[in-house]
């Protein structure tokens, strides 16, 4: 397979500024074929700049992108005919039934999954004769996901995909977006909830200010930085000195807080059966042994100093 | 995991539909969307065929012993009016207000199909909109020549045009809200501005030359005179340069949201 077979969406230093603001600043990012990729961020951080840029309703400033091979602005019709989009708030026509949005965009593919099952599977059954204008948000949201891939993309962008969702739907989406990627769709979604992220993506990049401050898969922006320290709990007060001596040079121990232990050092497998091993001869048992593991929330609030939720 | 899903439900397949058929369902709806708008059906059914017989039968005014010979061509540039310009502007605008034109232009439909779409949508009310009112005035007692019919249809067809321009330059560049307003505002004026053109007899020349240059003046003049086998060049002239330029307006400042 060629590298753009592999390799969909490919950014090489992309800026682009409204005015004094620069929303995207040169933003490198690859996403490879049939992995989901969350752009995780604050409102604002320039998630919506970037996917937009990939869509080719946007051109950048600064910076090379390509979507299939394509330069998503000057070759657009080619870009478009493979790919699904689902905008931030939706988008379709105010009078036009939630039926009729779906069937004309399934029109526009030669093969279309069945608008009726898409409509069934997504709860809108119900609603199919409403006009757009009178579907709820998460209605509209629904149906504009259903309409992202109706025609059966190979690549998809998501743009908060499962806002003003209720928590039912919330997790249709997630078990859908889900098979996207089992069946070879590859995925880009924006979000700025972490739980999203962890649940469904391959590959998180963190960004913030539109720098992109941190990607890896969520584990392991979760143990980065966090694999020093193994923390357990036991009886208060312990001749530590039999532990220190039983582990390689560097290790500290101490009785972090009372009845609270701390190893600090590089944990590995050794480590952990050494302190096991340790708690058998004196006949102790740890309970809460746990190596430190970062939530995504800490990992964001340490790389973006801000909290995600506001 | 996926129990809703069976394996293989979305492996990927995207091939666009023909452009046919893409443009066969984007007109679809927007005739549909057109036809099934109450306040457009108002405008551009209800308003002009009233119009049309009220002013034929009751004695208003002096406007000689055929009246409905004046009345179906100068109501017809009326109808026209409100389908082309008033509900196209208004149409649009709340299409980009609700993200309508950013979703499809964001699927394998070229930007273009979304015009032709909308535009053979127009055609086909503006050509319901003339067998009715046509229809109506035979029953009334008009009889025009095929000729004149003729050209009636070419000044309708370039009418129709002009105001298409029109309504999409005001409908793509202003808030919905503006354009509801500012479009209807400019439906009473288009409609004294084109009845300016017919009542000759007690209007100054001045005033009614003044008419003449706008494109609802123009309109009405040269249908008028079409359907008297006469071809009114100033107004043809006056509704291509409004054209003109409202699509080129329009071709540089339309926004899809």
Redesign the interface.
């Known amino acids: 397979m060629s590298s753009v077979a592999n390799t969909p969406v490919r950014l090489r230093g992309v800026s682009k500024r409204y005015g004094s603001t620069l929303a995207v600043s040169d933003l490198d990012l690859e996403v490879q074929r049939a992995e989901v990729l969350a752009l995780l961020g604050p409102n604002g951080a320039g998630k919506t700049t970037t996917v937009e840029m990939c869509e080719g309703f946007i051109s950048p400033d600064a910076g090379t992108i390509e979507v299939l091979g394509f330069d998503p602005v000057t070759d657009n019709a080619r870009v478009r005919e493979r790919i699904g989009v689902m905008l931030q708030g939706g988008g379709g026509y105010p009078a036009a039934r939630a039926g009729e949005m779906l069937n004309l965009v399934a029109a526009y593919a030669a093969r279309p999954l069945d608008p009726a099952w898409l409509l069934d599977t997504l709860g809108l059954t119900d609603v199919a004769r409403t006009t757009y204008r009178r579907l709820s948000g998460g209605q509209q949201q629904r149906l504009s996901l259903a309409c992202a891939i109706v025609g059966r993309p190979e690549l998809v962008f998501l743009d908060e995909p499962t806002a003003g969702m209720d928590a039912h739907a919330r997790l249709v989406v997630w078990e859908l977006i889900d098979a996207l990627r089992r069946d070879g769709v590859t995925v880009v979604l924006t979000t700025h909830q972490l739980k999203e992220a962890e649940e469904l993506a391959d590959r998180i990049m963190i960004i913030d200010r539109g720098s992109a401050v941190v990607s890896g898969t969520p584990a392991e922006l979760m143990s980065s930085g966090a694999e020093n320290q193994l923390r357990f709990t036991a009886p208060r007060r312990l001749d530590l000195s039999l532990l220190t001596a039983a582990l390689p040079e560097g290790y500290r121990v101490c009785e972090h807080t009372a009845g609270e232990y701390l190893v600090e050092g590089k944990i590995d497998p050794q480590v952990l059966a050494t302190v096991t091993a340790w708690c058998a001869r004196l006949n102790i048992l740890t309970t809460d042994l746990r190596v430190e593991q970062r939530s995504l929330e800490d990992v964001f609030l340490d790389v973006t100093g801000k909290e995600l939720r506001q | 995991?996926?129990t809703?899903?069976p394996?293989?439900?979305?492996?990927?397949?995207?091939?666009?539909?023909?452009v046919p058929?893409?443009i066969?369902?984007?007109y679809g709806?927007e005739l549909?969307?057109l036809l099934?708008?109450g306040e457009q059906l108002l405008l551009t059914m209800f308003i002009p065929i009233t119009l049309l017989i009220g002013l034929t039968v009751l004695p208003l005014g002096d406007f000689g012993n055929d009246r409905v010979a004046v009345f179906v061509p100068a109501i017809m540039a009326l109808a026209v009016i409100s389908t082309a310009f008033t509900g196209q502007a208004i149409a649009v605008a709340?299409?980009r207000?609700?993200?309508?034109l950013?979703?499809l232009?964001?699927?394998?439909?070229?930007v273009w199909g979304i015009i032709v779409g909308k535009a053979l949508a127009v055609v086909s009310v503006v050509l319901l909109q003339a067998l009715l009112l046509g229809g109506i005035g035979v029953a009334l007692g008009w009889r025009p020549s095929p000729a004149g019919l003729l050209l009636g249809a070419a000044i309708i067809a370039l009418g129709t045009a002009t105001f298409v321009a029109m309504g999409l330059l005001l409908g793509g560049t202003l808030r919905s809200e503006i354009v509801l307003a500012v479009a209807n505002l400019l439906w009473f004026i288009f409609a004294g501005l084109g009845a300016l053109t017919i009542e000759t007899g007690t209007i100054p020349r001045t005033l009614c030359w003044i008419a003449r240059l706008t494109p609802a003046g123009a309109l009405t003049e040269a249908l008028s005179q079409a359907t008297t086998l006469s071809v009114d060049w100033f107004g043809i002239g006056v509704l291509v340069t409004w054209g003109g330029i409202s699509a080129m307006a329009a071709l540089r400042w339309f926004r899809f949201t």
């Open positions: 995991m996926t809703l899903f394996a293989g439900t979305f492996t990927p397949d995207p091939r666009p539909n023909t058929q893409m066969a369902a984007q709806l549909k969307l099934r708008n709340f299409d207000r609700y993200g309508a950013k979703r232009g964001a699927t394998a439909l070229p």
